[in-house]
């Protein structure tokens, strides 16, 4: 994947906000709360980092490719970077960018889901 179809995937999942930060980083959010990055810790191959559920961190952070997030990680979050190859395959790194904005939407508050229409 690279980070024009990274943005654009992540601009198609439902009330996200894109910002460039931490050093020029593509950031995605829902709710004002970081799901996604892309960039940070530049170099040849496209990172990606987003937020995992326990077990898939326990699963994903022993994989080729992939590693507990630089900073997140170490502050006990269970956050997740692609940076290398093998890594996850475009449709697999797809299925875990729209986990990781389930996850964050989820741990909003009930109202700001409502008024953003992500509840009913």
């Not at 170099?43 to 590693?67: D, H, N, W």
């Not at 395959?89 to 797809?94: M, V, Y």
């Amino acid at each position: 994947m690279t980070y024009d179809e990274f943005n654009a995937f992540c601009a198609s999942l439902p009330v996200t906000t894109h910002v460039v930060q931490w050093g020029g980083s593509d950031v995605w959010k829902v709710g004002g709360k970081v799901f996604a990055i892309g960039g940070w810790d530049g170099g040849g191959e496209p990172r990606f980092t987003f937020k995992v559920s326990e077990i898939a961190y326990e699963f994903l952070k022993e994989q080729p490719g992939l590693r507990p997030a630089p900073y997140l990680a170490s502050r006990g979050m269970k956050w997740i970077q692609h940076y290398d190859r093998p890594g996850l395959a475009a449709d697999d790194l797809r299925d875990y960018l729209r986990e990781s904005h389930r996850i964050v939407a989820g741990g909003l508050t009930r109202k700001l889901r409502r008024e953003l229409g992500l509840e009913a």
